[in-house]
């Protein structure tokens, strides 16, 4: 059974930081492509960031320069470190899982919840 249990969200300050973090089971963590998607209400899902298994990233527009993905194999576990957080981030915060090999083999975690505001 394949869990994606994401953590760390909660509500900060304009200018502060925050550190999700993404712990999978079930998969074969290391050879996964990893992802941060966010979906602010009314509005789609939009990618954030994500990192495949050699450690490339890829950042969304709004969050290059603010924001840093990264990944433990050893531990499962994938981070995202938000820096300059701003009232535009605020959104449900989602963790993506792809296997490379299978394109049906993509999973998503529950969510955690980031609110940005004074």
């Known amino acids: 059974q394949v869990q994606l249990v994401e953590s760390g969200g909660g509500l900060v300050q304009p200018g502060g930081s925050l550190r999700l973090s993404c712990e999978a089971s079930?998969?074969?963590?290391?050879?996964?492509?990893m992802g941060w998607y966010r979906q602010a209400p009314g509005k789609q899902r939009e990618l954030v960031a994500r990192i495949n298994s050699g450690g490339t990233t890829k950042y969304g527009d709004s969050v290059q320069g603010r924001f840093t993905i990264s990944r433990d194999n050893a531990k499962n576990t994938m981070y995202l470190q938000m820096t300059s957080l701003e009232p535009e981030d605020t959104a449900v915060y989602y963790c993506?899982?792809?296997?490379?090999?299978?394109?049906?083999?993509?999973?998503w975690g529950q969510g955690t919840q980031v609110t940005v505001s004074s």
């Open positions: 993506n899982a792809d296997d490379p090999r299978y394109s049906d083999r993509s999973y």
């Open positions: 079930g998969i074969f963590f290391r050879i996964y492509s």
